[in-house]
């Protein structure tokens, strides 16, 4: 073997290693207030190894319902999440509630889901979950869509596509709290590259319908997170309804 091609190989074999041994980055975590009955919050965060908490993550007024950050960095590893009124310092959790538990992800952009409800009949509580997202598009011709159940009180939701009097769901069964596998939905591309999206979420199986509306100005090759969210039999602000957000940017729509 020549002396050039032993130095070509040594080359190949230090980018290899170099690759395969680079530092994880950190994970991207935006998050989401889909509390229906809360005042506009902050979301103070640090990992198990600090002895106190920093700055609220977001600042000025903090986050109304249902509003989701940008993304912030943070390293992989347990954290402690403490919920605060907006404005304030996190030196005092929101209404007296206690920290959460919350484990981040290297190298993964993440939703930090705030769910559940302040008041009303039973037991009203709290939900924070971390669930990971995708970022890299679609095929062309048609958008990646999956739902999660944020609606406390509401019973397991089917979430699919509404075609003439067809009900298709592309995610069945999601309790709350749950979160369904992202599908590829290729039934709903009219006007490519903007994309129009008929969708309902009902009580699984052939149950009523929770909300219903169509979503305008998808795009082609988009991921999205169908959020069900509200309170049942409620008007207004908390209504029964569904959230569709965008996994790459903070873009959401509302309907109805």
């Known amino acids: 073997m020549s002396r050039l091609v032993l130095i070509r190989f040594f080359l190949a074999v230090v980018l290899v290693l170099a690759c395969n041994s680079s530092t994880p980055g950190p994970g991207q975590v935006r998050v989401a207030n889909l509390i229906p009955d809360g005042v ?41 999440v403490r919920l605060v009124a907006a404005g304030t310092t996190c030196s005092n959790s929101l209404n007296g509630l206690g920290d959460v538990s919350a484990s981040i992800v290297a190298d993964n952009p993440q939703t930090l889901v705030l769910a559940g409800r302040f008041t009303g009949t039973g037991n009203p509580s709290l939900s924070v979950s971390v669930i990971g997202d995708r970022i890299a598009p679609s095929a062309s011709g048609s958008v990646l869509l999956r739902a999660m159940n944020a609606a406390l009180g509401s019973n397991p939701q089917d979430v699919g596509v509404v075609g003439g009097s067809a009900f298709s769901p592309f995610a069945t069964n999601i309790a709350f709290g749950a979160v369904s596998d992202y599908q590829q939905i290729s039934g709903i591309t009219p006007g490519s590259p903007t994309v129009t999206a008929p969708l309902a979420s009902r009580d699984t199986g052939s149950g009523p319908v929770w909300a219903q509306g169509t979503f305008n100005n998808l ?27 965008s996994d790459g940017s903070v873009n959401c729509s509302q309907n109805p």
Request: net charge negative.
């Open 219 to 245: 795009a082609d090759t988009g991921v999205y997170t169908v959020f069900v969210i509200g309170v049942p039999g409620q008007s207004g602000t908390p209504r029964p309804s569904m959230l569709l957000c």
């Open 40 to 80: 506009p919050l902050d979301v103070c965060i640090k990992p198990d190894s600090a002895a106190a908490f920093g700055t609220p993550l977001v600042g000025g007024g903090g986050l109304s319902y249902p509003q989701l950050s940008t993304r912030t960095g943070f390293d992989a590893g347990t954290y402690s």
